[in-house]
């Protein structure tokens, strides 16, 4: 059974740092996703991941994915207020069935 | 991208009624999903609506409580039948477009 795991759970950061969310799972996929929500809304896609090694960048976010240690980053550099969401990850299973991490209850502060 | 309408966006329901949430695509994509998103939580797969035959559910979901209809290429139901409280969520539909899977706007179901 594939699962995942995102940390930290909650970040809480100030505005014009840097943090990185990690997303870790368990069996081999050949997708990953990156999705934004905020609250009452539904989920942004953010950034898909194919292959190792890959690496997306948008803005003030960057994904990265290491298929052989079954890790993905997402990095955030110089946050400010607007990036203030819960974002979660996502592996592909057989059939392009998603199987979500917890999500990451991000707060930029001024 | 596909386009995703889902309807209603939100709605209160009684206990032991039956909602029917519907998922438009505006064009054909072979691959359908419903989610279950609980107050607080991730989401969860409930099922793979299969144009023309039966969905396929997930481990712990059942067609009876959460049947799904897919008549064609572009449009989804998902009912949740005989509610409690505890089928209070959010119920998104997702479909997959060129390697990418995006998702509707979401049901807001609350049940009293």
């Known amino acids: 059974e594939l699962k995942v795991e995102q940390n930290p759970l909650f970040l809480s950061m100030q505005e014009g740092k840097n943090y990185t969310i990690y997303c870790n799972y368990s069996?081999?996929?050949?997708?990953l996703y990156w999705y934004r929500q905020d609250p009452g809304k539904s989920l942004e896609s953010l950034f898909v991941l194919l292959s190792n090694g890959a690496v997306k960048q948008e803005g003030r976010l960057m994904a990265s994915l290491d298929t052989k240690a079954r890790l993905s980053t997402l990095h955030i550099t110089a946050a400010v207020h607007d990036l203030s969401a819960t974002y979660f990850c996502?592996?592909?299973?057989?059939?392009?069935?998603?199987?979500f991490g917890e999500g990451t209850q991000l707060t930029v502060n001024p | 991208s596909a386009v995703i309408s889902q309807k209603p966006s939100r709605d209160i329901c009684q206990r032991g009624t039956s909602l029917t949430i519907q998922c438009q695509v505006d064009?054909?994509?072979?691959?359908m999903f419903w989610y279950r998103q609980q107050p607080g939580q991730s989401l969860t797969l409930i099922a793979t609506a299969n144009q023309g035959s039966e969905a396929t559910y997930e481990s712990g979901f059942v067609i009876d409580k959460f049947p799904i209809s897919r008549p064609n290429l572009t449009f989804s139901t998902l009912t949740v039948s005989n509610m409690s409280p505890e089928d209070s969520s959010i119920y998104l539909c997702?479909?997959?477009?060129?390697?990418?899977?995006?998702f509707g706007s979401g049901t807001q179901l609350s049940v009293l």
């Open positions: 996502a592996v592909v299973s057989s059939g392009s069935r998603l199987t």
């Open positions: 069996t081999t996929s050949d997708r």
């Open positions: 997702s479909v997959e477009d060129r390697e990418k899977l995006f």
């Open positions: 064009s054909q994509v072979t691959m």
